[in-house]
C-alpha cells in the first residue's frame, strides 16, 4: 500500500474533475461507514435493552407518541 505522501501526491496529479469525483466517493463511502456504525451501536444497545426484536408496528407507534409529545411541548395550541 502506498504510504499517504504518495497518495496525496498521485491525488493531486489528478485532473480537477477526478479528484472531485474522488473527494465524492469518499464522502459518500463514509456516510455509508458511519449509518452502518450507526446502525450496529442501536442494534446492540436495543439487544441490551431486550428490546431488538419488538415488531415495527409497536416502534412506529413508539414514533409517534414521541412526535406528538415533541410537537404539544414546542408547539402548544
Same mark, same amino acid.
Given at each position: 500500500?502506498?504510504?499517504?505522501?504518495?497518495?496525496?501526491?498521485? =491525488?493531486? %496529479?489528478?485532473?480537477?474533475?477526478?479528484?472531485? %469525483?474522488? =473527494?465524492?466517493?469518499?464522502?459518500?463511502?463514509?456516510?455509508?461507514?458511519?449509518?452502518?456504525?450507526?446502525?450496529?451501536?442501536?442494534? %446492540?444497545?436495543?439487544?441490551?435493552?431486550?428490546?431488538?426484536? =419488538?415488531?415495527?408496528?409497536?416502534?412506529? %407507534?413508539?414514533?409517534?407518541? =414521541?412526535?406528538?409529545?415533541?410537537?404539544?411541548?414546542?408547539?402548544?395550541?
Amino acid at each position: 500500500m502506498q504510504t499517504v505522501d504518495e497518495l496525496a501526491k498521485a =491525488i493531486t %496529479a489528478l485532473p480537477h474533475s477526478e479528484q472531485e %469525483a474522488l =473527494i465524492n466517493k469518499v464522502a459518500q463511502l463514509n456516510l455509508q461507514k458511519g449509518l452502518a456504525d450507526l446502525a450496529d451501536k442501536y442494534r %446492540a444497545r436495543l439487544g441490551r435493552e431486550g428490546r431488538l426484536d =419488538i415488531p415495527a408496528e409497536e416502534v412506529w %407507534a413508539e414514533l409517534r407518541r =414521541i412526535r406528538e409529545e415533541v410537537a404539544e411541548r414546542d408547539y402548544p395550541n
